[in-house]
């Protein structure tokens, strides 16, 4: 036996670890999506002082395994659409958890080739799966924040680099003004990641959007003229709310004519690029220069997940890369870090090399179709009882669903409001399934969305009876209030 187990109970608890995990995902299925336990509950279940001696780590598993129940939402099932959540596969986690054995960590490529060369594996069937260019060059991220970040840093520097200021070196104060022009609707973390680059969050142009919240390419297009100087465009491809496309056909030659760098938050709707019967959507996406998207949404791959995207990979490892003497380069080989912005890390690759070995092209894009049919046939589902609206074009995943007090819609925008918020209070009380209200276009919505591999036909059916339970019990309360 190694000197890494000792003589304590450690390899014990490796097992008994696997054994927890199985249990819980054996009755995942079954459980409530309610969440009974509060960080009160965890807190007094796991806290205290810390012990003076050692303690047994099979004791410490089942401890943290007992202290878990009922305080995580069981998102690797099939009935949680609250947030844009997927799943995992089980040798997604298989992988992981040999990647924590090995303590991959692929910062530099002289201590451990094996997690850069499946990085390097990983990164061509990424870029063939989202049919984007085969030379681009791929970080593997956290997430599609941190992949945002890269992408709008590798386009900071590339745009300052044009006018000769090496924004590496000098940083962007003083710098020549760079135009960030963005959608209405980008997500959060677009602008978050604009923070981190220092070009900021509330200076952008914002351009307006259409009923589908994808950006008009007109209003784009007035936008781009009336600018010049360097200029970094952020696109979308997959509304947090409606799932639309922003019109890549359009703008992307625009930005090209206006020497603009576009960059493109694809965290999940690029993966409509996968399935043949969704990819025309996102036509001419592959003009952009750079791309951020998820791994541990659409994919369903374990946290954390996501792939930072740069055409010119130059500009990529420019604003990214670390170097030291005592990092020495591996001549013609990968070094991950140069791609992204940490350099200790997990070895994030390997669990996504094996998930997509197990699911292959078809599986991925299997995945991606089935779960846009999910929401459309909730929307059919939902939306054949009187009273009930579905607000977008359900182009993808995405459903956004408004609740009316009467069977004509004709209430109030705020009585609709209230009433969709109990509406979803109510499903949230049955524990059948996770939905979530969010503000859209001025309304209180349920947004309604799939990217959970485990979903099946049955989870849909039951959580619209679910809903359509709870709306009918919220009309029947409001018309005794009434009465
Ligand atoms: C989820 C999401 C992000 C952020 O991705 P993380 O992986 O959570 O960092 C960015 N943009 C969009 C459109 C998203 O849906």
Request: aromatic fraction near 8%; charged fraction near 25%; hydrophobic fraction near 45%.
């Amino acid at each position: 036996m190694s000197e890494f187990f000792g003589d304590g109970d450690g390899a014990a608890s490796l097992a008994r670890a696997y054994e927890r995990a199985r249990d819980y995902l054996e009755k995942v299925d079954d459980l409530s999506l309610k969440l009974t336990t509060t960080q009160a509950d965890i807190r007094a279940r796991l806290g205290g002082p810390l012990n003076e001696e050692a303690q047994s780590s099979v004791e410490i598993v089942d401890a943290l395994a007992d202290a878990a129940e009922g305080a995580i939402a069981p998102t690797v099932g099939g009935r949680f659409f609250a947030y844009v959540i997927g799943g995992s596969y089980p040798v997604g986690m298989a992988a992981d958890w040999l990647n924590v054995a090995w303590d991959d960590t692929p910062g530099t490529p002289l201590v451990t080739p094996f997690g850069h060369a499946v990085e390097a594996i990983v990164a061509q069937w990424v870029l063939d799966l989202l049919d984007l260019p085969r030379d681009a060059s791929l970080g593997v991220t956290t997430g599609a924040t941190m992949a945002n970040f890269v992408g709008i840093a590798a386009g900071r520097h590339a745009v300052l680099k044009r006018i000769g200021w090496d924004v590496e070196a000098d940083g962007p104060i003083g710098a020549p003004p760079i135009t960030v022009i963005v959608g209405e609707e980008a997500h959060p973390t677009l602008l978050s990641a604009l923070r981190f680059a220092g070009l900021g969050a509330k200076r952008n142009i914002c351009v307006a959007v259409d009923d589908n919240g994808a950006m008009r390419a007109d209003a784009f297009e007035e936008a781009l003229a009336n600018v010049d100087g360097p200029i970094l465009v952020c696109a979308q491809s997959g509304n947090i709310n409606s799932g639309a496309q922003d019109p890549f056909e359009k703008i992307a030659p625009l930005c090209r004519d206006a020497g603009a760098w576009l960059h493109v938050d694809g965290a999940f709707g690029l993966w409509a690029r996968a399935a043949p019967d969704l990819a025309g959507s996102v036509a001419g996406v592959e003009l952009a220069d750079s791309w951020s998207t998820d791994a541990h949404k659409w994919l369903n791959t374990p946290y954390d997940a996501g792939f930072a995207i740069v055409r010119d990979a130059e500009a990529h490892v420019g604003a990214m890369a670390a170097r030291a003497s005592y990092l020495p380069q591996a001549e013609g080989a990968r070094d991950c870090s140069h791609f992204v912005p940490e350099l200790s890390r997990r070895g994030r690759a390997t669990p996504i090399y094996a998930t997509l070995r197990a699911i292959g092209r078809k599986g991925v894009s299997e995945t991606v179709s089935r779960c846009c049919a999910h929401a459309r046939k909730m929307r059919d589902l939902l939306t054949s009882r009187a009273g009930v609206e579905c607000l977008n074009d359900v182009v993808l995943n995405q459903a956004a669903f408004v609740f009316h007090p009467d069977d004509d819609a004709a209430s109030s925008v705020e009585a609709a409001n209230a009433f969709t918020k109990d509406v979803v209070a109510r499903v949230m009380e049955t524990g059948v399934c996770w939905v979530q209200t969010s503000e859209w276009r001025g309304r209180t919505i349920m947004r309604f969305s799939v990217c959970n591999r485990s979903t099946t036909d049955e989870d849909i059916q039951r959580s619209a009876d679910a809903i359509l339970s709870a709306y009918e019990e919220a009309r029947r309360a409001l018309a005794e209030a009434e009465a």
